[in-house]
């Protein structure tokens, strides 16, 4: 079954802190491990996927396949990073359905 | 460029009565998809269409639930007979979909609100 977990739904953090959003995942071969975003009164956005390898707006994420995890991290946390975080996982083909877990609200405090 | 819009943005329907959602992909995108996010839930796949090809629509909850694309572009969410548990936003996405790089990054539109009295 695919599935995607995460554990927290919400997330409080000072400006400065670091930050870690979890995701575990659950799929029968190897996916794709996203993490959209979606900022106050905008629309869902990708923020990375873990086959870039690259670091978007400071944040970071991991692809742990032994512990099917792929953790969102930022060692520095800003107030425009408060935003509702989802992790999405897809089979590996041209256009693939995308399975979310049900999100992380994350508020950075001043 | 223009992104993928939705029309409407709010709806509210009486309980019985039919909807239709219009969704105007990204120009030149191939893939298109269609998801509905209940309150405090990740979205949930619906429906998947490679051009006018309906390829996937394991994600639509009844019968009541229809989707088209007639002309490759331009689709429609068509809900009959409209229930409560259908109140959500309904969130549509379209990819380029190439072949052999991956999965495509999708591009998701505003989304409607569906309000069912």
């Known amino acids: 079954a695919q599935r995607v977990t995460q554990p927290e739904k919400l997330l409080s953090v000072f400006k400065g802190a670091p930050v870690e959003l979890k995701c575990n995942y659950s799929y029968s071969g190897s996916p794709e491990l996203f993490w959209y975003v979606q900022y106050s009164r905008q629309r869902l956005q990708l923020l990375l996927r873990h086959i870039s390898r690259e670091s978007i707006k400071g944040f970071t994420a991991d692809l742990n396949k032994g512990e099917t995890s792929f953790h969102l991290k930022k060692p520095f946390a800003q107030e425009e990073d408060s935003a509702m975080y989802y992790c999405a996982l897809s089979g590996r083909g041209g256009s693939e359905k995308l399975v979310f877990g049900k999100g992380t609200k994350l508020t950075v405090n001043p | 460029g223009a992104g993928v819009s939705q029309s409407p943005r709010y709806k509210v329907a009486k309980r019985g009565q039919d909807v239709a959602l219009r969704c105007d992909p990204i120009?030149?995108?191939?893939?298109l998809f269609w998801y509905q996010q209940a309150l405090g839930q990740g979205p949930e796949f619906l429906t998947y269409f490679q051009n006018e090809a309906q390829l996937d629509k394991s994600g639509l909850p009844s019968d009541r639930f229809f989707a088209e694309r007639p002309e490759g572009s331009v689709s429609t969410l068509k809900i009959q007979r409209t229930q409560q548990e259908d109140s959500a936003v309904y969130l549509c996405a379209s990819s380029l979909s190439r072949e052999g790089t991956g999965t495509d990054t999708q591009y998701f539109g505003p989304g409607t609100r569906l309000t069912v009295l």
């Open positions: 120009s030149g995108h191939v893939s």
